[in-house]
């Protein structure tokens, strides 16, 4: 059994970026709007960058993984569009294969930039609407490449303490 952990900047940082407000923003729109920029970092390769739009089912927890994926020409930066919870499980990559995996719960007002190449599992959103703004690569070329794990990797929530 994998647990969930609240993500933080710190802990993700090796699979790729939070995106959430803090820190550093300016004053826009007469003053009404903070503006928190350049909060992740677009990876793309031989293509451009696009906006989608995302429908999921929600999941309970606890969650079996059975698939992991990764893209190789572009990160994936998902955004929820309501202030809800998402489960995040990724893993580094061992000779083309997912290596030992984290997962992370991201909070309301979080998202995440997952790195290029780097495995991870479907999204997975734990409350909410299920829509998310997703920005990654558009283009020519395979971007996509998924392994079923042989052994069902089950998550639940980190218990609190």
Known sequence: MLEAMPITPEAFAPFG?????????????????RRYSDLATLDILDGRPGISLFQAEIRALPHDCTLMERHPLGSQCFIPMQN?????????????????PSAFIAGPGQGVNIGRNVWHGVLCP????????????????????????KTTLRIRRARPG
């Open 126 to 149: 734990i409350s909410g609407s299920g829509l998310f703004a997703v920005i990654d690569r558009i283009g020519a070329g395979a971007n996509l490449e998924e392994v079923r794990l």
């Open 17 to 33: 970026e939070v995106v959430e407000t803090g820190g550093d923003f300016k004053l826009i729109n007469e003053g009404c709007c």
């Open 84 to 100: 809800a919870e998402f489960l995040v499980i990724v893993a580094p990559d061992e000779e083309g294969q997912p290596g030992p």
